[in-house]
């Protein structure tokens, strides 16, 4: 091989590296979004509400306290995709009907055990729907807002240094504490 064949070579291996590395990248990066949500300050007190009846203030806490409403807002419009957005936002109205046609009144204007009970049958409504959906089904929208709720509650600073056991700069790996009854877990 002289050396011109030699550069050539190289030429092409580096050119090839350049626009595979272009076309990988870029492959891999989602469709720009059409639409931009913009949530209300009304939506975002109403997703608080939501989260802090299944994150309830007790000894820690709650998780209104977190800010989770603003942390659901970000994650579904930057994150999920806009037929799962659309479930999301639907489920706005099909709370408030279903706390209507039980208590006669908006999800806001009820009390906390009246906020306990609707959930907790919109829970169980969302088990049955998720042992029978399909693969292709989309998801149940209280299942989307439970697990946002976990999500922003116990990756929040509130979550994990007052729910959980937090240890900022850990020391050695041991993988066998002894836990007792009642203890918490570890972020």
């Known amino acids: 091989m ?8 190289v030429a092409y ?5 350049v626009v595979g590395s ?16 913009d949530f209300s300050q ?12 299944i994150i ?7 998780a209104k306290a977190a800010k989770v409403g603003q942390f659901m807002t970000v994650m579904v419009r930057d994150c999920y995709e806009d ?23 908006d999800f806001m204007e009820l009390d906390a055990a009246q906020k306990k009970e609707l959930l907790t049958q919109l829970d169980q409504e969302q088990r049955e729907y998720m042992k029978k959906k399909s693969k292709d ?10 697990e946002l709720t976990l999500l922003g509650y116990f990756t929040s600073e509130i979550g994990a240094t007052k ?25």
């Open 22 to 37: 272009s076309v990988f990248l870029t492959g891999c990066a989602s469709p720009e979004k059409k639409v931009t949500l």
């Open 42 to 53: 009304d939506n975002i007190a109403f997703l608080d509400e939501v989260a802090d009846t």
């Open 83 to 105: 037929k799962n957005q659309k479930i999301f936002l639907e489920g706005f109205s099909k709370l408030n009907k279903a706390a209507d046609s039980k208590f006669k009144k």
């Open 56 to 62: 309830p203030t007790t000894s820690t806490p709650g």
């Open 13 to 17: 291996l580096l050119g090839g590296t």
């Open 163 to 187: 729910a959980l056991r937090y240890i900022e700069t850990p020391g050695k790996f041991d993988p066998c504490v002894p836990y007792k009854k009642g203890d918490k877990a570890w972020a």
């Open 137 to 146: 089904d989309p998801s149940h929208y209280f299942r989307m807002m439970k």
């Open 2 to 9: 002289n050396r011109r064949e030699a550069i050539s070579a």
